[in-house]
């Protein structure tokens, strides 16, 4: 009977796991989803960049995020992915428009073929033409954190920022679901009432196939940085010296501060946020050097990761 009762509970637990799927786009230069579960976004309108950001809420942290401009933006082909948003999902994103001027699109179900959907209107949240919020916790040129849930039982849309509720319906009439084209976008406005939206940026989206409830997205947001960065990726920020800096002919940098016994990744950005340098090394430990008279003059980024760890740096190359 013991050994019934432990092959029923893995069989449950087996169907909880396959039921509850999640996808991962962290924007690290792709927009490919990080597990390679899920397809890939593609891009809405013109192409963006990828550019290296600081997120102020999260301790000051730098992250390549995809930058985009106004009327642009990206999709995610449910149907293709086996109409993984169904009546029960959450939206989770962390993104910043530069402007916030009248509506600015944030999400939209019917591939641009109607102007409902979800806004942000002067700092308001709005999900037109149903409702608007009370004042959010948003602003030009910061960062958001910002998560729909819909709950297929009774229809339930919820929309957060910062982890509080700030617009609940019913959605009887399905707006915020995905339409027979099966594509969801973020960032680019519909076809019918043009120019509401804005620049800006994305560094993370996640899409579940079922809605997390209050307390799981309350404490999200208080591991924010685990959430945009990765679960189990909070790294501890490490010394980086590098000289000469200036450097003409090449870089030494100084990696004795890191694991000797785990691979170290380099990157180096340059002034654009554009990636000339990605090398993956053996261990820590040592002095790695860079040639650099391959490298136009001016500023540069250099990040440094390993297990756990961290370091950046910014470069002068003459």
């Known amino acids: 009977m013991k050994k019934i009762t432990i092959l029923v509970f893995i069989t449950i637990l087996t169907f909880q796991v396959q039921s509850q799927q999640i996808y991962y786009y962290n924007f690290e230069n792709s927009l490919n989803e990080l597990n390679g ?10 192409q963006g960049q990828y550019v290296v950001e600081t997120l102020n809420e999260i301790s000051g942290a730098t992250k390549t995020v995809y930058r985009f401009v106004k009327n642009s933006g990206l999709q995610f082909p449910d149907q293709a992915a086996g109409n993984f948003l169904g009546n029960d999902y959450t939206i989770e994103l962390y993104f910043v428009f530069d402007d916030l001027t009248s509506w600015k699109r944030v999400v939209d179900w019917k591939n641009r073929k109607t102007d409902w959907g979800a806004y942000v209107y002067y700092g308001k949240l709005n999900f037109y033409s149903i409702l608007y919020s009370e004042e959010a916790p948003v602003l030009p040129g910061e960062y958001t954190y910002y998560v729909i849930t819909r709950t297929g039982a009774d229809n339930q849309v919820l929309i957060y920022t910062d982890a509080e509720v700030k617009i609940s319906f019913t959605d009887s009439n399905g707006d915020a679901l995905i339409d027979s084209e099966g594509v969801l976008n973020f960032f680019h406005d519909d076809l019918i009432v043009p120019n509401e939206a804005a620049s800006g940026a994305v560094a993370m989206i ?19 940085g685990s959430q945009v960065f990765g679960i189990n990726s909070i790294k501890t920020e490490l010394p980086v010296s590098v000289y000469p800096n200036p450097a003409i002919s090449s870089l030494n ?20 946020g554009l990636l000339v340098f990605n090398k993956q090394i053996a261990q820590g430990g040592g002095i790695e050097q860079l040639p650099v008279t391959v490298y136009p003059t001016g500023i540069y980024m250099l990040q440094i990761d390993g297990d756990g760890e ?7 190359i003459r």
């Open 37 to 46: 579960a899920g397809p890939a976004l593609t891009v809405l309108g013109d």
């Open 206 to 224: 996640k899409l579940y196939d079922y809605p997390l409830p209050q307390e799981k997205i309350t404490q999200n947001w208080n591991a924010l």
């Open 253 to 272: 940098i100084d990696l004795t501060s890191f694991s000797k016994t785990r691979p170290v990744r380099l990157r180096l950005y340059n002034s654009n």
């Open 310 to 316: 961290k370091g950046h740096s910014r470069i002068v």
